[in-house]
């Protein structure tokens, strides 16, 4: 996502001109742009021991393809510009595939099971061999420790969206005998973990695959007993699905919509409304399970200032590029920045929120986040996955809009209820995409 000189922006300057001058000073340092050749949105799937060692592609209609072999790949994470990396075991490797399929060794002597990317670009990944989890850097030229040696165990692992990482436990491979662990984001080193669901009668069995929804709740491939269990954040387990022949991998595709791949029958399945529905029938076993990202990427940007009237409104404007819909959240804050740490005495007191297409259009608004505005692109309400967001603002007189966005020219106004005016906030902050 990236500000830039268009026709659209030109016309916003003669309107809007005192607003848009300062939004475009104080973020324009902060946008960028990047190109990704692939097409977002496609399946992949680690292959496992398939001839030629595959990694496959799918499609939206479960349509398969190889994207590259050669190398005996399971569990798969995709960093944010759209690369593949691939946990090659058997040759103690962790693979970097580009969009293209250009395959080169990203670390060497680590024999690796889960891996995944926190929000820095640092990767993480399991080393069976050492019982430790290990940090790479984005470019793959330092490896820190950063849990273990001696965890034994360990299977898969996923980052919430505050930075949490949590990892399976196999245990003593009985009914009841695995669990899930966190490690605190607050931990860099040498980390201990917490237990986040422990080994009890009625518990996890064999568990593996870990993947976050949208709303922050936890969801658990157990490959013992058949089922996919779902955790809240605070830890309270329900069934999410049972009677499955051996999950393992599982994957949240844009949408929200689960993938799950069977170890035993060779399946991938997904579940739109909860429901199981078929994907894909394979010859070999289901590898890891990993969907590529949207294109289009944004660094949170925020801009503040004076908020009149008229003319004199304030105004963010912002292009998502690429060929992927960027999702975002969109606030406008005023009565946050009355107390420490801002301390600002003419702050907007009841702030609203309109988002604008690159034709001018009105597409969302709000005022007061805590009350859904339908219409436009907003179809339901969106206050729970505000809350969820880690974005919610602190308070209710505050504007707030959750959007998937397509490429294009977009547009934040703030205004004052009742032609108030007063300094306020506007700002738009990346979400991850389910």
Not at 79 to 96: H, Q, R, V, Y
Not at 204 to 222: H, R, S
Not at 381 to 395: D, E, F, K, L
Request: hydrophobic letters at 40%; a negative charge; glycine letters at 12%.
């Amino acid at each position: 996502m990236i500000l830039g000189t268009c026709r659209f922006c030109f016309f916003m300057k003669q309107t809007l001109r005192n607003a848009f001058v300062t939004f475009i000073a104080c973020i324009a340092a902060t946008l960028f742009s990047q190109t990704v050749q692939a097409a977002a949105g496609d399946l992949y799937d680690g292959g496992l021991n398939a001839a030629n060692n595959p990694i496959y592609k799918f499609d939206g209609a479960g349509n398969r393809t190889v994207f590259v072999s050669g190398n005996y790949t399971d569990a798969l994470a995709f960093d944010s510009k759209g690369n593949l990396f691939a946990a090659d075991p058997p040759d103690n490797l962790i693979l970097k595939i580009t969009p293209n399929g250009t395959t080169t060794t990203f670390a060497m002597n680590i024999t690796p099971a889960g891996i995944a990317f926190d929000a820095a670009g640092n990767l993480f990944a399991i080393d069976t061999a050492t019982d430790s989890i290990f940090k790479y850097t984005p470019s793959g030229t330092t490896r820190t420790t950063f849990a273990g040696p001696g965890i034994a165990g360990m299977n898969w692992l996923a980052f919430d969206r505050a930075g949490n990482l949590f990892v399976t436990i196999t245990g003593n491979g009985q009914a009841g005998g695995g669990s899930i662990v966190k490690f605190a984001s607050s931990c860099t080193s040498n980390c201990v973990p917490s237990t986040f669901y422990p080994v009890q009668p009625g518990g996890l069995w064999l568990p593996q695959g870990l993947a976050f929804d949208g709303l922050g709740n936890l969801y658990e491939a157990d490959l013992g007993s058949g089922s996919i269990f779902r955790f809240t954040p605070t830890g309270t387990k329900t069934t999410f699905t049972s009677g499955l022949n051996g999950p393992r991998s599982l994957a949240f595709d844009t949408n929200g919509v689960l993938y799950a791949g069977e170890f035993g029958s060779h399946d991938i399945v997904k579940f739109p409304g909860g429901v199981k529905t078929a994907f894909s029938h394979d010859d070999t076993f289901i590898g890891g399970l990993a969907f590529e990202p949207p294109t289009a990427q944004l660094t949170n940007i925020s801009t503040r200032g004076l908020v009149q009237t008229g003319n004199d409104v304030m105004i963010g404007g912002f292009i998502v590029q690429g060929t992927g819909p960027k999702k975002v959240i969109i606030r406008a804050i005023g009565p946050e920045l009355m107390p420490p740490p801002y301390n600002i005495p003419n702050a907007l007191a009841d702030p609203t929120l309109e988002l604008h297409n690159g034709t001018g259009a009105l597409i969302a608004s709000n005022n007061n986040w805590q009350t859904t505005v339908i219409g436009g692109i907003i179809t339901s309400n969106q206050v729970s996955a505000i809350q969820n967001s880690g974005h919610a603002p602190t308070q209710p007189s505050e504007s707030a809009i959750i959007a998937t966005l397509p490429p294009g020219n977009y547009t934040a106004i703030v205004r004052g209820v009742n032609n108030t005016i007063g300094v306020a906030l506007v700002e738009v902050y990346d979400l991850p995409p389910f």
